[in-house]
């Protein structure tokens, strides 16, 4: 009997430059010498821009005032007591020893406040803060709603918490007049935060786009009155609200809160001389075991005063001319074995 054959399609792939992997290419083959002087100059850059990094942020000019126990007695009487309703004002001499020359900035930092953990990150509504959905509050525990279940805006515990301390510079001009030093609270964010992820609900008055919602349970106030002389400034929109949500990595930070309106007295910095920061204490501290300050600083091209990336660049350059050396001995010692062994 014949055997019948099936003939099943070939699996090989087609005989083609392409598919039988025989395109053109080129291989790099570097050289020791090539190698090493990659490492040297790579070395060198690095190195040298940590330097002028290290010492831009060094010629910054800054001066940090503490005054988490300076204003004790408001802490004892707002947070202890838990009297949030009663107002409480310290005023926190310094003497500022040499001109601050050219823009000033005026930041806020905390200690041990922890922006970081998971809940509270994702404690927040973005549809809320973009204008999309003010009702939703879908993601914002423990924060939703309030005792009589209505939406809160802005929801969430990162909303909640926002640092609410009032803090004005006064200049003492003759030791006798105090004046006080005009700050800006304005151009504070990220473009990309002012007119892009925040945006305010889309109705004609500020006031009536939150209607059916209540304000956080630790706020003063709602939303849109959170600075009524600019509209441009309110809402969501806020400079001060808007650096808020944008979290801190780490437990001790500093955000950015006024900027010096560089006019009559100070159209070149700030002077030395005596100066005070009236503080209305209203940012809770003292039960985290945290603490506060206020921060004057001066920026450079490289930007504030840490030097962290000026480090890493030193670190990385020094770590590449080690590298280079270890090369450098390895292909001398191979170099000598070959010259010996041919011998």
């Not at 806020?108 to 994702?122: A, D, I, M, P, S």
């Not at 109705?203 to 002389?229: C, H, M």
Request: charged share 20%; aromatic share 14%; glycine share 4%.
């Amino acid at each position: 009997m014949e055997k019948e054959f099936h003939h099943h399609p070939s699996r090989m792939p087609d005989n083609s430059a392409m598919k039988q992997q025989k395109l053109p290419a080129h291989q790099l083959h570097f050289s020791a010498r090539v190698v090493l002087t990659i490492f040297f100059a790579t070395g060198v850059f690095c190195f040298c821009m940590g330097v002028i990094l290290i010492l831009s942020a060094q010629s910054i000019q800054e001066i940090e005032i503490n005054y988490t126990y300076i204003c004790e007695n408001c802490a004892k009487l707002r947070e202890n007591a838990f009297n949030f309703d009663q107002k409480c004002t310290c005023s926190v001499p310094f003497y500022l020893q040499e001109n601050m020359e050219g823009d000033v900035y005026m930041y806020y930092k905390l200690y041990g406040f922890y922006q970081n953990h998971y809940r509270y990150v994702l404690s927040r509504s973005n549809n809320q803060l973009v204008g999309k959905d003010i009702m939703d509050v879908e993601d914002c525990a423990p924060f939703k709603v309030s005792q009589n279940k209505t939406p809160i805006a802005p929801c969430g515990a990162i909303a909640n918490s926002m640092f609410n301390d009032t803090i004005i510079l006064s200049y003492t001009l003759k030791s006798s007049v105090h004046i006080q030093v005009p700050m800006l609270k304005t151009e504070l964010t990220w473009w990309t935060d002012k007119y892009v992820k925040f945006q305010n609900p889309s109705l004609i008055n500020l006031s009536d786009r939150f209607v059916g919602t209540e304000k956080p349970p630790y706020w003063q106030a709602p939303i849109y009155e959170l600075d009524t002389s600019d509209p441009g400034n309110n809402g969501f929109l806020n400079d001060d609200f808007i650096v808020w949500m944008r979290t801190a990595a780490f437990p001790t930070f500093k955000k950015l809160y006024r900027r010096l309106y560089r006019v009559q007295y100070f159209m070149d910095g700030l002077p030395a001389g005596n100066y005070s920061f009236n503080i209305s204490y209203n940012f809770p501290v003292t039960r985290i075991k945290g603490e506060k300050s206020v921060v004057l600083s001066t920026l450079t091209w490289s930007g504030g005063s840490s030097l962290f990336l000026g480090l890493a660049y030193t670190v990385t350059g020094a770590f590449l001319w080690l590298a280079s050396f270890a090369l450098m001995a390895i292909h001398m010692t191979m170099k000598k074995k070959k010259l010996s062994y041919r011998r």
